[in-house]
């Protein structure tokens, strides 16, 4: 869910993307599916225009520091993420697209 400048995680019904310009997108649906599953191929509603928030390396930072027992909100370009719904899926999706905004890629490679 997001209102005005608040963005309500772990419920499984925001959408969240990336694109390698520093910037992360979110954008609001129904109805909710599986917190960390890919939407592609799915028939969704779309509640809200996309928001895009401009990434720092503070904000991965701040990402991972997001756990049950810590605070349970960070701030993006103004933005505040909120993650009381505490779920380590939707953590991780936003910290590997904060990652990817900032042009952070992990590779496995074979030795």
Known sequence: MIKENIIYLGYGDI?????????????????????GSS?????VNWLS????????FEDLKNIDNINKESG??????????????YNSKSVEVVR?????????FQYGLAC
């Not at 225009?49 to 720092?56: A, P």
């Not at 349970?72 to 719904?85: T, Y």
């Not at 590997?96 to 952070?104: E, R, S, T, W």
């Open 15 to 35: 959408a969240v993307d990336s694109i390698l310009d520093g910037y992360l997108i979110l954008q609001w649906f129904e109805p909710p599916t599986e917190v």
């Open 96 to 104: 590997i697209h904060i990652q990817n905004a900032l042009g952070i």
């Open 39 to 43: 939407l592609t191929g799915k028939e």
């Open 49 to 56: 225009d996309k928001i895009k928030l401009k990434v720092t």
């Open 72 to 85: 349970k909100q960070i701030v993006i370009d103004g933005c505040i993420l909120d993650f009381s719904n």
